[in-house]
């Protein structure tokens, strides 16, 4: 008798399943498009996030590192040619950026930008005004709710993929038009925030950390400041 239990005991055991949802906050039960919505819930609720990869934005190809809060964003953006410094603060957007960047930006404008001024730019916040085209290129990067928004949804028939973890978070991941609409891996922890993105066509990764941890974000001091008001455009 005691070897029959034995035995049932052990087909028993053998036919359990962990549930892989045990201690998760439950979004792997759900469809892809509601894991989705659940996702950009989250991160419209959450007050700041830090975004760092890189994306590919009208042709160009920016590496950025970026802390982005309700009111203000400050960080890094890097292309092959030159790196800046982006800060939003009191509704005003300042650039900082290196002597290739306003090199290059004085050989497109010749008549605009002497070797002097040139020199002048260099380790200076350079306060854009709304109507120049570096204010359009750029101010899109310092908008929380604006870029979250352009990059969190998939495009494509969702399903969901592989469960994993990242830098030790159990996440699972959504994908569109069978990745080639990008993928997305959600928080199984927590609140399900979205924690990496692959976008559609190669046009780039980033990875979303830091979720409502607190920013300082503050305007430059007016020694440090530039304004160029409405004299100059800074881009073509």
């Known amino acids: 008798m005691a070897a029959v239990c034995a035995v049932l005991a052990g087909a028993l055991a053998g036919c359990s399943t962990e549930d892989p949802d045990a201690g998760t906050n439950g979004v792997g039960k759900l469809p892809a498009e509601k894991i989705q919505a659940k996702a950009q819930t989250a991160a419209r609720g959450a007050r700041t996030v830090r975004l760092f990869g890189h994306l590919v934005s009208q042709g160009r190809t920016y590496k950025l590192d970026l802390r982005l809060g309700p009111e203000g964003a400050r960080g890094e953006l890097a292309t092959d040619a030159a790196t800046f410094q982006l800060l939003r603060a009191d509704g005003a957007l300042y650039l900082k950026a290196d002597a290739g960047f306003w090199a290059r930006e004085k050989n497109a404008n010749p008549s605009k930008n002497d070797e002097t001024a040139v020199a002048k730019l260099v380790g200076k916040y ?20 604006v870029l979250l928004s352009s990059l969190l949804g998939l495009q494509g028939k969702l399903v969901t993929g592989d469960r994993s973890t990242l830098d030790g978070t159990r996440t699972i991941r959504i994908a569109a038009g069978q990745g080639a609409g990008g993928t997305l891996d959600v928080s199984l922890e927590g609140e399900p925030y979205p924690l990496r993105l692959r976008r559609a066509g190669d046009a780039g990764e980033v990875r979303l950390t830091d979720w409502g941890k607190p920013v300082e974000i503050q305007a430059p001091a007016d020694s440090q400041v530039i304004d160029y008001g409405k004299s100059i455009t800074l881009g073509g």
């Open 126 to 145: 350079v306060k854009v005004p709304a109507t120049d085209p570096v204010y359009k290129r750029f101010s899109g990067f310092t908008d929380k709710d």
